[in-house]
């Protein structure tokens, strides 16, 4: 219903940055919560953050400071910019978007995840 691409992943050293982005597609959709997630290996998925199509901000304790989405409605896409990363920030950062559907067969309501994009931070 709703595709999500993600991209800006990649290697940077510690204290560098990146800015990730996720853009969402779908026809006659609407999307409303756009969150970010990350996964370290042998660890859980958890939120980093997360935006409302109205412009509310929820950060994951973890990531206050370093860590800021921001979202353009008009291109449905979200960003997470990190910055001064840490060894510990490396994982696979998926986005996720919820979303409803016109469709002439039945509204659909649902949430898409993204493939996600690796970052890695070493030395």
């Known amino acids: 219903q709703v595709q999500l691409v993600e991209s800006g992943g990649g290697a940077v050293q510690p204290g560098g940055s990146l800015r990730l982005s996720c853009a969402a597609s779908g026809t006659n959709c609407r999307v409303n919560d756009m969150g970010w997630y990350r996964q370290a290996p042998g660890k859980e998925r958890e939120l980093v953050a997360s935006a409302s199509s109205g412009g509310r901000l929820n950060y994951a304790d973890s990531a206050k400071g370093r860590f800021t989405i921001s979202r353009d409605n008009a291109k449905n896409t979200v960003y997470l910019q990190i910055d001064s990363l840490k060894p510990e920030d490396a994982a696979v950062y998926q986005c996720n978007a919820d979303y409803y559907c016109?469709?002439?067969?039945?509204?659909?309501?649902?949430?898409?995840w993204g493939r996600g994009t690796q970052v890695t931070v070493s030395s």
């Open positions: 016109f469709k002439d067969t039945g509204d659909v309501v649902g949430r898409s």
